[in-house]
């Protein structure tokens, strides 16, 4: 079983729409993360949140939303879209407390055009 | 923004061991060392983390040296497969933030 699953593994879609990301862990972490990374390859975390606390990376425009429907889900929500939007974007988990590191999802591929 | 810095690659004869290092010397005395790796097209995976003791564990050994203001991931017997972005992080105790920087290129050559 996937521990960190995301759909979908890639997204086209036109500049100007909106569209979601899913994320979700089977893990029982407490704490979930969306990171993206560019063309240039850099990692850059956007969002943590648990269920006490959504920490936003102040770079993140206000056009992406992170949603926990519950614990075990966190999803992205991104209104329109532009094209410097496209990039990979990695949901990960992890439980507080656990010195085992960050568990991370495979990826989904996203393209605006 | 990452505190460490690592070479931006490295090559490696399959079969050989790899030695990737890592300057952390601004770490403090609660910040671990973490090390993850990136292969091609795939999320970063989790190798090893250390405070201050050496660490071994089934991917691979932590040498941290005595001042801890520098590491060394050692994987013993390199294969292709290992060929990856490897990622040294400083990471603070209770913190829920990973800072990556960009890493270094290993690739194992056959």
């Known amino acids: 079983d996937t521990a960190v699953s995301q759909t979908p593994k890639y997204l086209v879609t036109q500049m100007g729409n909106d569209k979601s990301i899913k994320c979700e862990q089977n893990?029982?972490?407490?704490?979930m993360y969306w990171y993206k990374q560019d063309s240039k390859k850099f990692l850059k975390i956007m969002f943590s949140?648990?269920?006490?606390?959504?920490?936003i990376n102040e770079t993140v425009p206000n056009r992406f939303s992170p949603k926990s429907p519950d614990k075990a889900h966190l999803n992205l929500h991104i209104n329109s879209l532009e094209l410097g939007d496209s990039a990979v974007y990695f949901c990960?988990?992890?439980?507080?407390?656990?010195?085992?590191?960050?568990?991370f999802g495979s990826g989904t591929r996203l393209t605006v055009v | 923004d990452a505190k460490t810095t690592q070479p931006p690659s490295m090559d490696c004869a399959e079969g050989r061991a790899a030695n990737l290092p890592c300057n952390h010397s601004?770490?403090?005395?609660?910040?671990?060392v973490y090390w993850y790796r990136q292969i091609h097209s795939q999320g970063p995976q989790y190798i090893i983390h250390?405070?201050?003791n050496n660490e071994t564990n089934e991917m691979a050994s932590l040498i941290i040296t005595e001042d801890r203001k520098s590491s060394t991931l050692i994987l013993p017997h390199a294969t292709l497969r290992d060929t990856a972005v490897y990622y040294c992080?400083?990471?603070?105790?209770?913190?829920?933030?990973?800072?990556f920087g960009t890493g270094t290129r290993l690739t194992v050559i056959p």
């Open positions: 601004t770490i403090s005395g609660n910040e671990y």
């Open positions: 250390g405070l201050k």
């Open positions: 992080i400083d990471v603070q105790t209770g913190a829920n933030n990973l800072f």
């Open positions: 949140y648990n269920n006490k606390e959504l920490i």
């Open positions: 893990l029982g972490h407490d704490t």
């Open positions: 990960a988990s992890s439980q507080e407390g656990s010195m085992y590191g960050y568990t």
